[in-house]
Nanobody, 128 residues
Framework: QVQLVESGGGLVQAGGSLRLSCAAS????????MGWFRQAPGKEREFVAA????????YYADSVKGRFTISRDGAKNTEYLQMNSLKPEDTAVYYCAVNTKGPYYSGNYHYTGTYDYWGQGTQVTVSS
């Protein structure tokens, strides 16, 4: 079991920044990657960013490339999503997720089914 707790959401004006955190605990030794997804009202959950732990490879949705950065503090077992130049269309509940299939797993990190555990979500609201 892995537990994930997100924090850092809030209300920000368009053009502003927020940093989301996702603290992981439990059986994290088999983590392959962590990802961030978001879900706006009435829409499906969509991929935002992911980062593999062993290689540090990063993946981003086209809509956030150049604005969002995913990173990790290994000592704190915490994943971050730095969000800059926020737009009203970034408004959503943001979820972090973890893939615990080990360091040799290779798959589609954009797919929700790739991940085994999810956090509770944190609301991000961007006003125009």
């Amino acid at each position: 079991q892995v537990q994930l707790v997100e924090s850092g959401g809030g209300l920000v004006q368009a053009g502003g920044s927020l940093r989301l955190s996702c603290a992981a605990s439990g059986r994290t030794f088999s983590t392959n990657a962590m990802g961030w997804f978001r879900q706006a009202p009435g829409k499906e959950r969509e991929f935002v960013a992911a980062r593999t732990w062993s290689s540090g490879n990063t993946y981003y949705a086209d809509s956030v490339k150049g604005r969002f950065t995913i990173s990790r503090d290994g000592a704190k077992n915490t994943e971050y999503l730095q969000m800059n130049s926020l737009k009203p269309e970034d408004t959503a509940v943001y979820y972090c997720a973890v893939n615990t299939k080990g360091p040799y797993y290779s798959g589609n990190y954009h797919y929700t089914g790739t991940y085994d555990y999810w956090g509770q979500g944190t609301q991000v609201t961007v006003s125009s």
